[in-house]
Nanobody, 123 residues
Framework: QVQLVESGGGLVQAGGSLRLSCAASGRTFSSYAMGWFRQAPGKEREFVAAISWGGGNTYYADSVKGRFTISRDNDKNTVYLLMNSLKPEDTAVYYC????????????????WGQGTQVTVSS
């Protein structure tokens, strides 16, 4: 079992930055691929970014490429999402997810999910 707890959300003006964190329980964090997803009101959950278990491979949605950076610290059992140049359309609840397969993570099929953290970008 892996338990995930997101933090770092909040209210920010357009053009600003936030860094989300996702702390994972368990001693096998380093064997899991991790991902970030978001869901805006009235919309389906969508993929944002993913990172392989060792951190060597990262993937991004086109809408965030060049603005968001996913990273992980396996010693701290934590994955991060640094969000720069935020836009109002980035407003959503952001979730982190974990799965042993990076392919599964990227296709919103991860086994484990956090409860989410709200990000609101004002114009």
């Amino acid at each position: 079992q892996v338990q995930l707890v997101e933090s770092g959300g909040g209210l920010v003006q357009a053009g600003g930055s936030l860094r989300l964190s996702c702390a994972a329980s368990g001693r096998t964090f380093s064997s899991y691929a991790m991902g970030w997803f978001r869901q805006a009101p009235g919309k389906e959950r969508e993929f944002v970014a993913a990172i392989s278990w060792g951190g060597g491979n990262t993937y991004y949605a086109d809408s965030v490429k060049g603005r968001f950076t996913i990273s992980r610290d396996n010693d701290k059992n934590t994955v991060y999402l640094l969000m720069n140049s935020l836009k109002p359309e980035d407003t959503a609840v952001y979730y982190c997810a974990a799965d042993r397969s990076i392919v599964t993570v990227r296709h919103i099929g991860a086994d484990y999910w956090g409860q989410g953290t709200q990000v609101t970008v004002s114009s």
